[in-house]
């Protein structure tokens, strides 16, 4: 079936490092694929989605590009604020509209 | 515009009793979908709904039901609680079921169960 394998966190960096989130995914045809951000008490927020090969996906200085041959989108920021501290889930939209999602990586960053 | 709508956002129960969620969509989203999440599963998908109708259903035992009315708002029910529904139920809904379609959370209900 289909699947989604995140990077295991937690993710510690400082302030204005690079952040690489992997996300690999297992999906007959041609999935959609989205990033969600969770704050603490609340539920997951869109970040940014792409859907179909090659899209890249961008918000708030966050990136991910659909990737199909190697099956994955990995969420990139170039400079990580404290403000990002959060965890991240990484999902995919099949055919058949139901969603997997990974198992979400926690990311803090310090000051 | 406001988002999802879930009440209660806390509810504390006790083993073998019952307990009913609710969840009202963003005004003109008829997809509501259901996730439990605990921090040894992560995110599991518990059901589906679009115009009133279940359209999926996850690996969930039967305890766990839920329904959508005529205005897209949605309630799940659990009966005969066990320790292991200790949980935030998640809701999130969408313009239709689409599998481009990006789903909106509210901010959940936390069960704890005692």
């Known amino acids: 079936g289909d699947s989604v394998t995140q990077m295991e966190g937690p993710v510690t960096l400082s302030e204005e490092a690079f952040l690489t989130i992997n996300c690999t995914y297992t999906?007959?045809?041609?999935?959609?694929l989205f990033w969600y951000v969770q704050y603490p008490g609340e539920g997951l927020q869109l970040l940014l989605k792409?859907?179909?090969?090659?899209d890249k996906g961008s918000n708030k200085g966050f990136e991910a590009t659909y990737r199909k041959e190697t099956t994955s989108f990995h969420l990139e920021k170039g400079s990580v604020q404290v403000s990002d501290s959060a965890v991240y889930f990484c999902?995919?939209?099949?055919?058949?509209?139901?969603?997997?999602f990974g198992t979400g990586t926690s990311l803090t960053v310090i000051p | 515009k406001a988002g999802v709508t879930q009440t209660p956002r806390y509810l504390i129960k006790t083993r073998g009793q019952q307990v009913t969620l609710s969840c009202s969509p963003i005004?003109?989203?008829?997809?509501v979908s259901w996730y439990q999440q605990t921090p040894g599963q992560g995110l599991q998908f518990l059901f589906e709904?679009?115009?009133?109708?279940?359209?999926n259903k996850g690996n969930f035992p039967g305890r766990f039901s839920g329904r959508q009315f005529s205005n897209s708002r949605s309630e799940m029910n659990v009966s005969t609680l066990e320790l292991g529904d200790s949980a935030l139920y998640l809701c999130?809904?969408?313009?239709?079921?689409?599998?481009?379609?990006?789903?909106?959370f509210g901010d959940g209900t936390r069960l704890s169960i005692l």
């Open positions: 999130a809904s969408s313009l239709a079921p689409g599998y481009n379609q990006p789903q909106h």
């Open positions: 999906a007959t045809g041609y999935p959609s």
């Open positions: 792409a859907t179909k090969a090659d």
């Open positions: 999902a995919l939209s099949d055919t058949s509209n139901q969603f997997y």
């Open positions: 005004s003109g989203h008829r997809s």
């Open positions: 709904y679009f115009s009133e109708t279940q359209r």
